[in-house]
């Protein structure tokens, strides 16, 4: 089965589609993703480490969950999937933190990202079984030292992370939903 994402116009409407498997690459074009922070009743995120298998940023730590919806599918409903898929977890209080995402990133080998990428929250009370293939490792933290960690070490974290980080920082939105 080939997966799909959905490619956008400049004013970051649909354009088309096409097969996930080679839309990542040196001319990345742009499209349709999306980026999730999952917490806990602690008052902990989750964040993960990238696969050795992944093609862009294997190893890096990120964000909960990535991901880009199916044609026709709701930003919800792909986060729920993904979640679910890459982590294992069936989450709850999906929320919009930042409705207008956009970056563009280049890794060491040379594979661009070029995402219109909105930012959700979402709670969870289980424990993270993760996909080998996507996940490495995990760990719950609080958001301050999350915080702190990337502003030390920008480079061991996503560069999407990053500025996602920033940007809610900046607008004095809670990550905890």
């Given at each position: 089965?080939?997966?799909?994402?959905?490619?956008?116009?400049?004013?970051?409407?649909?354009?088309?589609?096409?097969d996930?498997?080679?839309?990542h690459?040196?001319?990345?074009?742009?499209?349709?993703?999306?980026?999730?922070?999952?917490?806990?009743?602690?008052?902990?995120?989750?964040?993960t480490?990238?696969?050795?298998?992944?093609?862009?940023?294997?190893?890096?730590?990120?964000?909960?969950?990535?991901?880009?919806?199916?044609?026709?599918?709701?930003?919800?409903?792909?986060?729920?999937?993904?979640?679910?898929?890459?982590?294992?977890l069936?989450?709850?209080?999906?929320?919009?933190?930042?409705?207008?995402?956009?970056?563009?990133?280049?890794?060491?080998?040379?594979?661009?990202?070029?995402?219109?990428c909105?930012?959700?929250?979402?709670?969870?009370?289980?424990?993270?079984?993760?996909?080998?293939?996507?996940?490495?490792?995990?760990?719950?933290?609080?958001?301050?030292?999350?915080?702190?960690?990337?502003?030390a070490?920008?480079?061991?974290?996503?560069?999407w992370?990053?500025?996602?980080?920033?940007?809610?920082?900046?607008?004095?939105?809670?990550?905890?939903?």
């Open positions: 089965m080939i997966e799909e994402v959905v490619l956008l116009d400049v004013k970051n409407q649909p354009a088309g589609t096409m996930k498997a080679l839309v690459n040196a001319q990345t074009p742009l499209h349709l993703a999306f980026s999730c922070y999952i917490h806990n009743d602690r008052g902990e995120l989750l964040i480490r990238r696969s050795l298998n992944k093609i862009a940023w294997p190893g890096v730590w990120t964000n909960s969950a990535c991901g880009h919806p199916l044609p026709g599918e709701s930003l919800q409903a792909a986060v729920y999937r993904r979640c679910q898929y890459e982590l294992g069936s989450v709850e209080k999906i929320t919009s933190l930042i409705g207008e995402f956009q970056y563009i990133a280049t890794d060491a080998s040379g594979i661009v990202e070029n995402e219109f909105p930012i959700f929250s979402a709670f969870c009370r289980m424990v993270p079984e993760p996909r080998d293939t996507e996940v490495m490792d995990f760990q719950w933290v609080k958001p301050e030292d999350l915080l702190n960690s990337v502003r070490t920008p480079w061991a974290f996503s560069p992370m990053v500025l996602q980080l920033g940007q809610i920082t900046e607008k004095n939105l809670s990550l905890l939903g």
